[in-house]
T-cell receptor
Framework: GAVVSQHPSRVICKSGTSVKIECRSL??????MFWYRQFPKKSLMLMAT?????????EQGVEKDKFLINHASLTLSTLTVTSAHPEDSSFYIC????????????FGPGTRLTVT | DQQVKQNSPSLSVQEGRISILNCDYT??????FLWYKKYPAEGPTFLIS?????DKNEDGRFTVFLNKSAKHLSLHIVPSQPGDSAVYFC???????????FGTGTRLKVLA
């Protein structure tokens, strides 16, 4: 199988601070990783696509300066929520693909962010 | 603009019966469709997929049907089991990209 992990699984932070979420592919090299956000009782909304060694591609309406994505290696991508506010509280999920031609994405378990 | 829609937010089915989850899409460029299952506070897990060149794909108790003319797909689970209780998302992908557009999900509850 293909395992994707996320750390932390849940985090509570104060308004104005920054939070980093890690996404790792444990047993495969991920050419592409995706970051999603899920609001309660809503769909998973794609935030950005990141390829190793290049800048992330953000979806319309997602603030690049607020949600910093770094894909430093083929097994690690990070999402940093900068100057977090309560409205950033959400469930953040990453996924990874094995190769660029693969439709199948393997999802991490998600990170619950609560901003107080 | 919700390009992938799951109009039933919830569904209850008796154990052993068939569960049918529906999904509609608006973009004719979508050429690959997937169903994911999600438990609370966990990431989605892949169930089954279908490409636009097929109209049916079967994997054990799970069958996905695709009606391209109606822009509609459905997931059939037979027989339904209590462990199938979860939120089911359909997702669509456009030709030339590997990004998913997810539906809003249907919460399935299988009653023992």
């Amino acid at each position: 199988g293909a395992v994707v992990s996320q750390h932390p699984s849940r985090v509570i932070c104060k308004s104005g601070t920054s939070v980093k979420i890690e996404c790792r592919s444990l047993d495969f090299q991920a050419t592409t990783m995706f970051w999603y956000r899920q609001f309660p009782k809503k769909s998973l909304m794609l935030m950005a696509t990141s390829n190793e060694g290049s800048k992330a591609t953000y979806e319309q309406g997602v603030e690049k300066d607020k949600f910093l994505i770094n894909h430093a290696s083929l097994t690690l991508s990070t999402l940093t929520v900068t100057s977090a506010h309560p409205e950033d509280s959400s469930f953040y999920i990453c996924s990874a693909t094995r190769d660029a031609a693969s439709y199948e994405q393997y999802f991490g378990p998600g990170t619950r962010l609560t901003v107080t | 603009d919700q390009q992938v829609k799951q109009n039933s937010p919830s569904l209850s089915v008796q154990e052993g019966r068939i569960s049918i989850l529906n999904c509609d899409y608006t973009n004719s460029m979508f050429d690959y469709f997937l169903w994911y299952k999600k438990y609370p506070a966990e990431g989605p897990t892949f169930l089954i997929s279908i490409s636009s060149i097929k109209d049916k794909n079967e994997d054990g108790r799970f069958t996905v049907f695709l009606n391209k003319s109606a822009k509609h797909l459905s997931l059939h689970i037979v027989p339904s089991q209590p462990g199938d209780s979860a939120v089911y998302f359909c997702a669509a992908s456009r030709e030339g990209t590997y990004k998913y557009i997810f539906g809003t999900g249907t919460r399935l509850k299988v009653l023992a």
